[in-house]
Structure formats: C-alpha cells, structure tokens
C-alpha cells in the first residue's frame, strides 16, 4: 500500500499533508491508510482520489489496490462521483454535487465537509 500511495505521490507532486487537509480527513488516521498500517473505508479513498485530482483509470486502480471496490456507472452515487472526477470537482464542490442530487456525501468521519 505503502509503495502505491509513493508512486502517486511522485506522479502527482503532490504534498501529503495538502492532500488529506483537502480530503477533510483526520491527520492521524490519513497518514496511517496511506502508509498501509490501517485500513480505511471506501469514501477515504475516494476523498484522497478527489484532493490527488486523480484521472478516473488512477482513481479505480487505487481502488483496486486498497481492495474497497471500483466504482460502477450503473450505481447512481458512483456514477456522480465518476461525472465529479472527470470534470475535475475539488472534495467540496463534490459534497454541494452529492447533496444536491440527494445522495449520501463522502463520508471521511471530519463534520463540515
């Protein structure tokens, strides 16, 4: 898990720190998945995926990786997480976008998404 997340991190130039500040996700617990010493759920992924601005293809591989299941079009909450992800959404303009089209937001345990 560990030699994944370095990969993305070295791709993306991307900073840790910013990464899971923007994924509204415990400091603690993010360094902690992407290290690999904890697991987490689903929506963490996602909500790292989104901050990373990961294409789709990167986004279902990460999802691959941490075994928490790809998204699927047919599903209506995936299917708008997909359309957030090829249109470049940040993780707020994602939560007003789930929300507003009556689904469940990202769930990253932090309130005030």
Do not use: W
């Amino acid at each position: 898990m560990r030699d994944f997340f370095d990969e993305l991190f070295r791709a993306t130039r991307a900073a840790r720190s910013q990464v899971i500040r923007d994924a509204n996700i415990s400091r603690t617990y993010g360094y902690q998945i992407m290290d690999g010493t904890r697991l987490g759920k689903r929506d963490y992924y996602l909500a790292i995926a989104v901050a990373m601005r990961l294409d789709l293809k990167t986004t279902q591989r990460l999802l691959a990786v941490t075994a928490t299941g790809a998204l699927h079009p047919l599903i209506k909450r995936d299917a708008a997480i997909i359309f957030a992800i090829n249109h470049g959404y940040d993780n707020a303009k994602l939560y007003a976008f789930l929300t507003g089209l009556g689904l469940p937001a990202l769930n990253t345990g932090i309130e005030g998404a």
